[in-house]
């Protein structure tokens, strides 16, 4: 079975922080997503990476940047968290054109 | 750009009983992929069923089953004999070429026992 393991399945931050969220899969795939999730939003792609070292944005790229030095992890990285990126962040992989394979999600607030 | 409508925000069935959720897309491509996936309180994203646009014939996994009208971009899932276990957020998910997928808001289905 693939196993997408999110770091923390819970995170508190303050405004202004650096914020790091963590990803790694361990099925080789060389796809990787970063969604947040939000009520009556469904999901929302941020960025995501079909390799080592690259990475596309998504439909809400603003205010995070992502970093994949290694075919199994995936970061998403808020610079300076803020209040509305409070919100469910859930990291995905997949082979290419593949269903995708979901994390347990990060719930993350910012104070 | 690609748009994934759920139009109930929630949806209650009794258990044994037969609930349909509803999924509607907008899309200019003529091949292309729909999903729906479950999220029960543990949060965990499951994969439920998956239909291919040129496939005519509508796609059924067990109690799971879909209603695909490709000209009228609706793609209904039909859950029959409901369980509690199956008391979750429902997603309807579009991806086209590539691998991005676009999601619908959710509706949440709640089983009576």
């Known amino acids: 079975d693939v196993k997408v393991t999110q770091s923390s399945r819970y995170l508190v931050k303050r405004t202004g922080e650096k914020v790091f969220l963590e990803c790694v899969q361990d099925?080789?795939?060389?796809?990787m997503f970063w969604y947040r999730q939000d009520p009556g939003l469904g999901l929302r792609l941020i960025y995501f990476?079909?390799?080592?070292?690259?990475?596309e944005k998504g439909d809400i790229p603003e205010g995070y940047s992502v970093s994949r030095e290694k075919k199994e992890r995936f970061s998403l990285i808020l610079e300076s968290a803020s209040t509305n990126q409070t919100s469910m962040y859930l990291c995905a992989s997949s082979l290419w054109a593949q269903p995708q394979h979901f994390g347990d999600g990060t719930r993350l607030s910012i104070l | 750009a690609q748009t994934v409508t759920q139009s109930q925000p929630e949806m209650s069935v009794q258990e044994a009983e037969t609930v349909t959720l509803s999924c509607t897309y907008d899309?200019?491509?003529?091949?292309?992929?729909l999903f729906w996936y479950k999220q029960p309180p543990s949060r965990q994203m499951i994969l439920v069923i998956r239909?291919?646009?040129?496939?005519?014939q509508n796609a059924t996994e067990n109690r799971f089953s879909v209603n695909f009208q490709k000209a009228a971009k609706s793609f209904s899932l039909k859950i029959s004999d409901s369980q509690l276990g199956d008391a979750a957020m429902y997603f309807c998910a579009y991806r086209a070429a590539g691998n991005k997928l676009t999601f619908g808001g959710g509706t949440r289905v709640l089983v009576k026992p």
């Open positions: 990476s079909y390799d080592v070292k690259m990475k």
């Open positions: 239909q291919e646009a040129y496939k005519q």
């Open positions: 099925m080789d795939h060389e796809n």
């Open positions: 899309t200019s491509e003529s091949d292309y992929y």
